[in-house]
């Protein structure tokens, strides 16, 4: 059975560290995040390595599964 990633918005993320700083970290790309409308999400685990490890370039536990996105014509 394969683990589901975890995605947290920032301030659901400022448990871990605080909410300024993770803002910061995503505005510099020093930690990985996707935009959804007017909302960041950061993975759980990448950033518990973000944090743990100091490391600018943290590495996902999985892999996400890349999907394509397409056009809806309306």
């Known amino acids: 059975m394969q683990e589901r990633l975890t995605m947290l918005t920032v301030k659901e ?3 871990y560290a605080p ?3 993770i803002r910061r970290w995503v505005a510099s790309g020093e930690l990985p995040a ?3 409308g007017k909302k ?3 993975c759980e685990s990448v950033l518990r390595n973000f944090l743990t490890q100091g490391s600018n370039h943290p590495q996902m536990e ?3 599964k890349q999907s394509k996105i397409r056009r809806i014509v309306g």
Do not use: D, G, S
Request: charged share 25%.
């Open 13 to 15: 993320a400022a448990k």
């Open 19 to 21: 909410e300024h700083a």
């Open 62 to 64: 999985h892999e996400p």
């Open 40 to 42: 960041w999400l950061i």
């Open 34 to 36: 996707v935009r959804t």
